[in-house]
Nanobody, 116 residues
Framework: QVQLVESGGGLVQPGGSLRLSCAAV????????MSWYRQALGKERELVGS????????NYADSVKGRFTISRDNAKNTVYLQMDSLEPEDTATYYC?????????WGQGTQVTVSS
């Protein structure tokens, strides 16, 4: 059974950093591309970025490019989202996602709040 569990969220001041983790079980993690999404209160869920199965290819939303970095450790079945220079606009619930066949699997999300 596919399960994704995010962790690492919290309250941080503007300009600060956080690293989110997403631990995966139930599928061949090393063969799967992974994505991070976020959803702010009252807004639609949006793609933050994605990473290929080997980590050799990454892409990011324009709003986070240069500030956020996605990485993965296939030995630990974990994908990371390093968030630097955080802004209040980054406040959201962050989710990881993988696509297996035609089905998307989501974690439960982790809340990130950027506020002074």
């Amino acid at each position: 059974q596919v399960q994704l569990v995010e962790s690492g969220g919290g309250l941080v001041q503007p300009g600060g950093s956080l690293r989110l983790s997403c631990a995966a079980v139930g599928f061949t993690f090393s063969g799967a591309s992974m994505s991070w999404y976020r959803q702010a209160l009252g807004k639609e869920r949006e793609l933050v970025g994605s990473i290929s199965s080997t980590g050799s290819s990454k892409n990011y939303a324009d709003s986070v490019k240069g500030r956020f970095t996605i990485s993965r450790d296939n030995a630990k079945n974990t994908v990371y989202l390093q968030m630097d220079s955080l802004e209040p606009e980054d406040t959201a619930t962050y989710y990881c996602k993988t696509l297996r066949g035609f089905r998307s699997y989501w974690g439960q999300g982790t809340q990130v709040t950027v506020s002074s």
